[in-house]
């Protein structure tokens, strides 16, 4: 996709300050790459691989960067090919309160991809970063394209998410037992 057609599909904005070095079949052997260390990845093959990999756009970002803004409107997810990326939660208070540090083969902004809800968390890029992202109208257009590697990404999504959220309510119930809640 041109830079200019971010500008006339609301969907690219967010990441219109962000430098795209081109589509996703040019870093195939880069994502490839990740099987070993990226649960998302676990059970693709090189040919899945690389025919999502057309449907994705690649992002190169500095330190610093903000790619993803709590509280925004977001119908993409994000893999991280290389760097680092914190991830910040506003607490009670309105304040940006330290979550985690994640970096290459990890996927970020999954939920909102899927569900159409605001963004959780903000992402904020800590080293050079290159990034591939897949939106929501591109998932669809591998799943009409694709039927079998759409369902594959679609079970995968959801295993990922299932897994945060029993992960999510075994930490709550700890805190409750330790009277925290």
């Known amino acids: 996709m041109a830079q200019n057609d971010q500008e006339t ?47 994705m756009d690649v992002y190169r970002v500095q330190p610093g960067e903000t790619i993803i803004r709590e509280g925004d409107g977001g119908d993409f997810m994000l893999l991280l090919i290389e760097g680092a990326v914190d991830i910040l939660k506003k607490g009670m208070g309105g304040e940006q309160q330290y979550m985690t540090n994640v970096g290459p083969g990890m996927t970020l902004g999954e939920m909102s991809m899927i569900d159409g809800e605001p963004r959780f968390a903000t992402c904020i890029v800590t080293e050079a970063a290159v990034f591939a992202v897949l939106h929501r109208d591109d998932m669809a257009k591998i799943i009409l394209d694709h039927p079998s590697l759409g369902a594959k990404i679609l079970v995968k999504l959801v295993s990922m998410l299932s897994a945060r959220l029993r992960q999510t309510s075994a930490r709550l119930l700890q805190y409750m037992e330790r009277g925290l809640v």
Do not use: C, W
């Open 9 to 55: 599909n609301p969907g690219r904005a967010p990441l219109r300050h962000l430098e795209r070095v081109g589509k996703g079949t040019a870093i195939t052997d880069e994502i490839f790459g990740l099987v070993g260390r990226s649960q998302f990845f676990a059970e693709f093959s090189r040919e899945d691989i690389s025919l999502m990999a057309g449907y």
